[in-house]
C-alpha cells in the first residue's frame, strides 16, 4: 500500500500540497515551533519533513 500527506487550507477546501510516501502512512505529528513535521508508517520508519520546502529531510528506522 503507499500512503500520502495532504495540507489542506481549511478556510477555502484548497489542498496545498500533497506529499506521497512508498508505504502506508499510518500517523503524523508537527514540530510545535519549527514548520517540521514526521510521519510513521508501516515500515518501522520515521521521516522528518520540511513544510515549507515540502522535503524530507531525515529518515530514522528502529
Do not use: M, N
Amino acid at each position: 500500500a503507499t500512503g500520502s500527506v495532504k495540507c489542506w487550507h481549511y478556510p477555502t477546501k484548497r489542498c496545498l500540497y500533497t506529499i506521497r510516501e512508498q508505504r502506508q502512512t499510518l500517523g503524523l505529528a508537527y514540530h510545535p515551533v519549527l514548520p517540521k513535521f514526521v510521519t510513521v508508517g508501516d515500515d518501522a520508519k520515521l521521516c522528518f519533513y520540511d513544510e515549507e520546502t515540502q522535503t524530507l529531510e531525515r529518515i530514522l528506522q528502529g
